[in-house]
């Protein structure tokens, strides 16, 4: 299909409208326009409006209504594709086993300290040939892609050593060439202490700023740096150590922070200027107000909580005090194996009271502001990709409706039709 595409009659043209992230009240208002319709030409969208005022300027000579493939969203609702902005879905091997240790009572740290967690999948993933993992992770993003995500962030952090985490990087960078699915990298060498730097975390960090970021900052293998900010990991002034270089050395930066103790990892975030802090199950209300007021996005991650039977983070409370909320996955292969945007729709409205409205500003416009890309992405505006989703509903107020089910029927990447339920052969 050609990358020259209208959309019409759309009942919702929901455009998430806007350039930043949006914060606070800010992210109820998702620009709706109804009998909507958009133009995508060469990839990017060059008219939104109604149906009637759009298709009047195809009588020009330049743009006859023959070199657009043509979408009748009629009875559809029209929104820009979901952005998941923290997720780890490069990895080799399962731990299936670790999700019945934790429905019996074990804890997410008590598993990691006896070798498994982190630890057990770092261990699989240096065993797995790289084209293993590119054929794994072409399978989760074909899923991806069926739930309405047109862009992904995938981070390393299951190498701990230099080997196994460029082969990570190279292997998302090979994904974002070879699929639909636009995947940025992130460099998390600080996701778990290895077995051989037991009871030597500042080593560790030593050997990550000396040895792993120049490899990857040289080639040019992500775009952020992350660490796991968290008791018997990283503490907070190794986590800045770390961050602050990556960042001196070009890479903007994220923080696993706040996820299982209070640790002061948002505080952090805000002190050094952090595109976004993320889960934040255990955030003080000093380091929301700080995020706030710092602008940096909390990616929060309601999957994991739900897996883990953790309270949930204060969704409510963030954006009651202007926070600019991004809702993600966190697919890994240990605390949350999902990439179901459906399930996070439903857990972030039904138990973090946060709207409907809120929830797809969450996860289209901010979700790309959590990336560095609400310039390009995350809304359907003029000048922005034509990443675009097409509901089976009227309405975007069907997304939580269909509880558990995702609503998308069409998904469409630069203005190309990359998925269609409707072709199914049943």
Known sequence: MRENLIIKNAAQLVTCSGFKAKQGKEMSNLHVIENGALVIENGTIRSVGKTNDILKGFNDKDYKISKFNVIDAAGKAVLPGFVDSHTHFVFGGYRAEEFSWRLRGDSYMDILERGGGIL?????????????????????????????????????????????????????????????????????????????????????????????????????????CDVFCEKNVFSVEQSRRLLLKAKENGLKIKIHADEIERLGGAELAAEIGAVSADHLLQASDKGINSIAKAGVVATLLPGTAFCLKEPYAKGRYMIDNNCAVALASDLNPGSCFSESIPLIFALATLYMNIDTEEAITALTINGAAALGRADIIGSLDIGKYGDVIILKYPSYQFIPYHVGISTVEKVIKRGRLVFDGLLSKF
């Not at 090979?174 to 202490?193: C, K, M, Q, W, Y």
């Open 120 to 224: 057990s999948t770092v261990k699989a993933t240096r065993a797995a040939k790289k084209e293993t993992l590119i054929k794994t992770g072409i399978k989760r993003l074909n899923s991806m892609l069926s739930f309405g995500v047109t862009t992904v962030e995938g981070k390393s952090g299951y190498g701990l050593d230099l080997k196994t985490e460029i082969k990570q990087l190279e292997v998302m960078k090979e994904l974002n060439r070879r699929h639909p699915i636009d995947v940025v990298s992130t460099f998390l060498g600080a996701h778990a202490l290895p077995e051989e730097y037991k009871g030597r975390a500042d080593a560790f960090i030593d050997d990550i700023i000396d040895n792993m970021l120049p490899v990857v900052i040289d080639g040019n293998l992500a775009e952020f």
